[in-house]
């Protein structure tokens, strides 16, 4: 069964402070993992997709990068309006279906 | 281009009843996945609908069923509604069930059962 972890669950930093989101996963046959952030009350935003061990992807002050095992979201000198929650998912290569993880609460405080 | 839209946004249902959401698509998009996120069990899958036809079942109970028009457009339908059923209601559009397609969410319907 496909299964998605992501660490740490709530992340609090200084304006400017950067650092790293992590999603690990188990999956028999990846088709693509998704990064997307959520705001409260609000649905899933994309930003993210990563097909293949090695691959990296820049987005602002965001990069995504994949290994056979995990992601990492590295969130570079981070401002406010960058706390949300952030969702990792993994499809099969089997489904459409997406499994996320339980998400990372990111706080970026000025 | 416009984005996933969902009707209503938010429902006040009691127990034992039924209801029924919408999702319009993104133009162009013929696949619509259906999620139910909660603070418990995060977003799980529902179902997945491409050319009018369920490809895809979650491990939701019978209760919990969708449809897919002609125009893309899709609506689900919960029955015998219980406490459990409170969650938000998510609909992802992508233009097919492709390698790695991306999904794109709407805003989500709030549904609570009182």
């Known amino acids: 069964e496909d299964q998605v972890t992501q660490s740490p669950e709530a992340l609090r930093l200084q304006e400017g402070e950067s650092s790293s989101l992590n999603c690990s996963y188990t999956v028999s046959g990846l088709r693509g993992l998704f990064w997307y952030r959520q705001d409260p009350g609000k649905g899933p935003e994309f930003l993210f997709t990563l097909y293949s061990a090695g691959e990296e992807k820049e987005k602002e002050r965001l990069k995504a990068t994949l290994t056979k095992k995990e992601s990492f979201l590295h969130i570079t000198a981070p401002k406010p309006e960058d706390s949300a929650t952030y969702l990792c998912?993994?499809?099969?290569?089997?489904?459409?279906?997406?499994?996320f993880g339980q998400g990372t609460r990111l706080t970026i405080n000025p | 281009k416009a984005g996933v839209t969902q009707t209503p946004r938010y429902l006040i249902k009691t127990r034992g009843q039924q209801v029924t959401l919408s999702c319009s698509p993104i133009?162009?998009?013929?696949?619509v996945s259906w999620y139910q996120q909660t603070p418990g069990q995060g977003l799980q899958f529902l179902f997945e609908?491409?050319?009018?036809?369920?490809?895809n079942k979650g491990n939701f109970p019978g209760r919990f069923s969708g449809r897919q028009f002609s125009n893309s457009r899709s609506e689900m339908n919960v029955s015998t509604l219980e406490l459990g059923d409170s969650a938000l209601y998510l609909c992802?559009?992508?233009?097919?069930?492709?390698?790695?397609?991306?999904?794109?969410f709407g805003p989500g319907t709030r549904l609570l059962v009182l």
């Open positions: 992802a559009s992508s233009t097919g069930p492709g390698v790695g397609e991306t999904q794109y």
């Open positions: 133009s162009g998009h013929r696949s």
């Open positions: 609908y491409f050319s009018e036809t369920q490809r």
């Open positions: 998912a993994v499809q099969d290569r089997g489904a459409q279906k997406l499994v």
